[in-house]
């Protein structure tokens, strides 16, 4: 396995198109990242550019210490698998295996202990002289994956391979890749559209816009530090509730006044604002649905964070309750439990744990603080 490293790449397309712009990222061997973004952000085309399917415009990419950018495919020792991972029809599964290894040049043996490796590793033996359309979706996903195990590759590269699988597949699926790699001590990028899977999956997460890195980090940091407030919406479910708010000061405490609330914050969170000059200033700010309180205790103890709320929807979900509620004429989403005795129509008193919310600039979108 190998380490990578993207230097300042940039992909302008020949439409004058700009997918990627100025990207760069050291990738440790052995590391899981997971590249994450809306359609269009330019996940792909990074894959892409790494495996060799698409010319550079500018920058340079290190596969260990080789420079690859004027290599093929074939020389850059990856493995890529897509979405629809187009297994040949009339190949076995073994044979499909074996495709991408005798392109190589190696000893009938070798191959064939390479093979036998990854199937037992995948628990596919049994299955290895069958044809894909006698193969459940979930085997063919697993031979797949052997295909590209067999070749021992530097870096495994994979674009959205969960995609056509329902969730609970999905879910499966997910666990064995993960297992996996971790067994081969494997360095793979994984491009997702879907941010739990990213969560669950990446040591590193890249969250991307635009073409744009928005910023690379553990999924812990992603989540409770957000760089800018695209991060802060994109990561998380339900999202994050945002709302305007202007900036006043009393003393060392900032209040956050949006319609006719006034939400007080402690001295330690208002010094970012007060500091940074947003006294008197439209803000941006955050708040998750696991930090707005219903619970009497928590509202009678926080007069200061306290607003009333009109409850639109209540979304039983089993163990938990989305509780939708408006605040003047802005949604926002919290999480309780079921014993929540309040329904739609009903008005009650909210607390934001103010300790826990984010700020941003209204303007640049970036973080003044997190929580
Ligand atoms: N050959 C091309 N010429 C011009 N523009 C292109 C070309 N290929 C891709 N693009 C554009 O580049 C952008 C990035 O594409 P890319 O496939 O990397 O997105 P993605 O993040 O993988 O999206 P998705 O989640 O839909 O797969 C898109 O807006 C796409 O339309
Ligand atoms: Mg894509």
Redesign the pocket.
């Known amino acids: 396995m190998a380490s990578l490293s993207l230097k300042n790449i940039s992909?302008v397309?020949?439409?004058g198109?700009i997918?990627?712009k100025d990207f760069s990222m050291e990738i440790e061997d052995g590391e899981f990242v997971v590249?994450i973004?809306?359609?269009?952000?330019?996940?792909?085309?990074?894959?892409?550019m790494i495996a060799g399917l698409e010319d550079i415009t500018a920058g340079e990419i290190y596969i260990g210490d080789r420079l690859v950018n004027d290599l093929e495919t074939q020389e850059r020792d990856v493995a890529m698998i897509f979405q629809n991972y187009m297994l040949y029809p009339n190949l076995s599964a073994y044979e499909n295996m074996a495709f991408g290894l005798k392109m190589r040049n190696i000893g009938r043996d070798e191959m064939d202990q390479a093979i036998r490796r990854a199937a037992e590793i995948l628990d596919i033996t049994s299955i290895l002289d069958k044809k894909p359309r006698t193969l459940t979706r979930a085997q063919q996903q697993r031979v797949a994956l052997g295909r590209a195990m067999a070749k021992d590759p530097k870096v495994f590269l994979l674009?959205?391979p969960l995609m056509n699988l329902d969730e609970k597949l999905r879910c499966q699926m997910r666990r064995e890749i993960k297992r996996v790699q971790e067994k081969l001590g494997a360095t793979v990028i994984y491009?997702t559209?879907d941010q739990r899977e990213a969560m669950d999956l990446g040591t590193r997460i890249v969250v991307?816009n635009d073409?744009v890195v928005q910023q690379i980090g553990t999924p812990e940091e992603l989540y409770e530090k957000p760089a800018n407030k695209f991060v802060a919406g994109y990561m998380g479910t339900p999202q994050m509730n945002m709302f305007e708010a202007r900036v006043e000061q009393d003393g060392k405490r900032a209040v956050l006044c949006f319609s006719d609330h006034r939400v007080l914050l402690n001295e330690e969170r208002s010094a970012p604002l007060l500091e940074g000059g947003y006294a008197g200033k439209e803000i941006v700010c955050g708040v998750r649905p696991e930090d707005i309180h219903t619970d009497r205790e928590f509202v009678a103890a926080n007069p200061d964070t306290r607003v009333e709320a009109v409850v639109q929807v209540y979304e039983m979900l089993g163990t938990e309750v989305f509780l939708h509620f408006q605040v003047s004429n802005t949604g926002f989403i919290t999480r309780t439990g079921t014993e929540s005795e309040a329904r739609p129509g009903d008005t009650i008193a909210v607390c934001l744990d103010t300790t826990r919310i984010h700020l941003f600039d209204k303007s640049t979108e970036i973080t003044i603080s997190n929580r």
Not at 39 to 44: E, I, L, N, Q, R
């Open positions: 992909k397309f020949p439409n198109f997918a990627v590249f973004g809306p359609s269009g952000c330019g996940k792909s085309t990074i894959l892409r674009d959205e491009v559209d991307m073409g």
